[in-house]
């Protein structure tokens, strides 16, 4: 009897527990009941930001809502309106309320967290990350008419070297040997033969603005003859600046080989013609720290002969910002590669930065740090396009069979984050080895309008 005793009173105590807290290892979980019914949802129902109340906004904003994370992603372009001083339209849960009052203006140049609160009390945090782009702002690039000129080769430290229209068919174009401060501005230079548009060594401090740099009787379709066309070669020079540039059809546009601390702005590249190993927009080698910003590449790959559009080589610090790549035909190549940054003669230390670039037409893949390379951070990186097959010109397919990110032997510290890839061609195929990143951030699920092109205009006038 006294056992049958104690066996009800367990059943008792389990019953009674069920309806209210069940108390394990000091954890007490509370259990809906009848009474309490469903608690109110606490969440962002959608997001926008309307032209009608914002004024000189072209267009609506969409939010796209990734519920699981709370972020909201915008895309805004800042030439349109004031980014600093923008309403947005928020929809929340009935009996919800939201902080900061939604007819307050925001500043969405930076990320806005927005806290909903129900009836009930409850919060949820919502963080706003807006991809901002900016405005192409290129100052008229022809102060006055060009004179017609033969090659220069550089005398003396400071010269000037502006208002030329170069052709050059048997020496480089421009020379500069140990020469520091030089200034090559509002030239056109078209040069052809196995020489370099601008070629220099030991000239730190060199300045290449709003230029045209152009390699004539390239063929109609593939690779130059070798791939020593480049049209813009540095070697061991410091401190050098160039901005507004347009390079076409050479080997590579811009090659730096032990150039530190460089500044390259507003470069517009077509057509980057090779052969292996060349074939890149830019080329660091052997190089510390630089700064690419605002650029844009533009392969057509029935045209074009490409390896690396931006190769990061030997090379560490760099930092690769704004830009828009399209085209890529090499089964080898990738979109931005940082490799070797620890190996023989390597300059500069790990670590690397891509950020706010986008990737049309890529096929063997779109950012990679290999053999070597670490620390190396892709932030804000969309892709879409991605090619997997025929890549153009005979050139056989991806060889990594359409991969986006890459991080093989590397050592270590690499991150996505907050990457957009879209529609891959090879879905399954996106992160390897995913191991060797300590974040992986990306969505597949957003479409994106691609970032302008870089358009320099250097059409001479008479009223010039």
């Given at each position: ?242 901005t507004n540039v ?155 069979n359409s991969l ?54 250097f059409t001479c006038?008479?009223?010039?």
């Amino acid at each position: 009897m006294s056992l049958l005793i104690l066996s009800l009173t367990i059943l008792q105590l389990i019953s009674c527990s069920s309806d209210y807290d069940i108390l394990s290892e000091s954890v007490i979980i509370k259990l809906p009941t009848e009474e309490s019914g469903v608690a109110p949802i606490v969440r962002i129902i959608d997001f926008s930001i309307q032209s009608a109340d914002n004024e000189g906004l072209k267009s609506d904003i969409l939010g796209i809502i990734d519920e699981e994370k709370k972020i909201i992603y915008i895309e805004i372009d800042s030439s349109s309106t004031l980014i600093e001083e923008l309403t947005p339209t928020v929809t929340v849960d009935t009996e919800s309320t939201i902080e900061p009052d939604t007819d307050t203006p925001q500043d969405f140049s930076d990320e806005v967290t927005y806290t909903v609160t129900n009836v009930e009390g409850a919060k949820v945090d919502y963080t706003v990350i807006p991809t901002v782009e900016e405005p192409i702002i290129v100052e008229n690039s022809c102060t006055n008419n060009r004179q017609e000129s033969g090659p220069i080769i550089v005398s003396e430290n400071n010269q000037r070297i502006e208002n030329l229209y170069i052709k050059a068919t048997n020496q480089h174009g421009i020379e500069i040997n140990d020469y520091s401060g030089v200034v090559i501005s509002n030239c056109i230079i078209e040069y052809t033969g196995a020489y370099m548009g601008i070629k220099f060594s030991n000239a730190d401090n060199l300045t290449i603005e709003n230029c045209y740099i152009k390699y004539t009787n390239a063929p109609s379709t593939g690779p130059l003859d070798d791939y020593t066309r480049n049209c813009i070669e540095g070697l061991d020079s410091e401190n050098l600046v160039i901005t507004n540039v347009k390079v076409e059809d050479g080997s590579t546009g811009i090659r730096l080989n032990q150039c530190d601390y460089s500044e390259l702005t507003y470069i517009e590249g077509h057509n980057m013609r090779g052969p292996f190993p060349r074939g890149q927009l830019v080329q660091y080698d052997k190089c510390i720290g630089g700064l690419l910003e605002n650029f844009s590449v533009i392969n057509d790959r029935e045209i074009a002969w490409t390896e690396d559009n931006i190769s990061i080589y030997k090379s560490g610090g760099q930092q690769i910002k704004k830009g828009l790549i399209i085209g890529n035909n090499s089964p080898t190549g990738v979109g931005v590669m940082f490799e070797d940054q620890n190996t023989d003669g390597a300059r500069g230390g790990t670590g690397g930065l891509v950020e706010d670039v986008d990737f049309l037409e890529m096929g063997n893949g779109v950012a990679s740090s290999v053999e070597g390379s670490g620390n190396v951070t892709f932030n804000r990186l969309r892709a879409k396009q991605i090619i997997c097959g025929d890549l153009g010109q005979d050139r056989g397919q991806p060889g990594s069979n359409s991969l986006i990110f890459a991080a093989f032997d590397t050592s270590g510290g690499n991150k996505i984050i907050d990457c957009i890839v879209y529609e891959s061609c090879n879905p399954t195929n996106i992160v390897w080895p995913e191991y060797n990143f300590d974040v992986i951030d990306y969505r597949n699920d957003i479409d994106f309008e691609p970032r302008s092109a870089i358009v320099l205009d250097f059409t001479c006038l008479s009223s010039n």
